[in-house]
T-cell receptor, first 114, second 112 residues
Framework: NAGVMQNPRHLVRRRGQEARLRCSPM?????VYWYRQLPEEGLKFMVY????????ESGMPKERFSAEFPKEGPSILRIQQVVRGDSAAYFC????????????FGPGTRLTVT | ELKVEQNPLFLSMQEGKNYTIYCNYS?????LYWYRQDPGKSLESLFV?????AVKQEGRLMASLDTKARLSTLHITAAVHDLSATYFC????????????FGSGTRLLVRP
């Protein structure tokens, strides 16, 4: 059973461009969490999604950031008009079902904005 | 606002020594998680503590949870260089979302 997959692993964008980060949860998992880790800091919750639904986006900036988890395909975290402050590692975690505390983390996408 | 505080933030210790990392949190959640992160890598789950008084051990690491004091400890016994990493504790809100709130991490360096 493959683990949580994220791509790309490294992404470089110039200021003002768009960044798309993808997360494929573990097989059979229907819950996805996105976290952001700034350099030398802990992870900060951004958004929690189930298939076709955003359950909690309280940690996501109101502007430029959006997330989706379609019925088919990976979850996508989209950052429009990136700024230098968006440079961070973005981790996705998946969970098997409602009521489960188990979260399995992907390898992360390291976004660098130049 | 839910807060998770770890101390120390940085720990340099000699091989063979013992030390404890502390994690205080402000929620009433009974679920406490410990993770390890190597530089440039993802998080590796070490322990999940689910109830007051829970104690778990794996090799040279032992974690405990006191929900009344809202405190968890990660004890390192006879440290070895391979334990050098950053250790995070995290809690969830105790509701059905299970979203994790992380501490700032403790960077551990074990010197020969």
């Amino acid at each position: 059973n493959a683990g949580v997959m994220q791509n790309p692993r490294h992404l470089v964008r110039r200021r003002g461009q768009e960044a798309r980060l993808r997360c494929s949860p573990m097989k059979g998992h229907s819950h996805v969490y996105w976290y952001r880790q700034l350099p030398e800091e802990g992870l900060k919750f951004m958004v929690y999604l189930q298939k076709e639904n955003i359950i909690d986006e309280s940690g996501m900036p109101k502007e430029r950031f959006s997330a989706e988890f379609p019925k088919e395909g990976p979850s996508i975290l989209r950052i429009q008009q990136v700024v230098r402050g968006d440079s961070a590692a973005y981790f996705c975690a998946s969970s098997p079902r409602t009521g489960s505390y188990e979260q399995y983390f992907g390898p992360g996408t390291r976004l660098t904005v130049t | 606002e839910l807060k998770v505080e770890q101390n120390p933030l940085f720990l340099s210790m000699q091989e063979g020594k013992n030390y404890t990392i502390y994690c205080n949190y402000s929620t009433t959640s009974d679920r406490l998680y410990w993770y390890r992160q190597d530089p440039g890598k993802s998080l590796e789950s070490l322990f999940v503590l689910l109830s007051n008084g829970a104690v778990k051990q794996e090799g040279r690491l032992m974690a405990s949870l006191d929900t009344k004091a809202r405190l968890s400890t990660l004890h390192i016994t006879a440290a070895v260089h391979d334990l050098s990493a950053t250790y995070f504790c995290a809690v969830d809100r105790g509701d059905s979302s299970y979203k994790l709130i992380f501490g700032s991490g403790t960077r551990l360096l074990v010197r020969p």
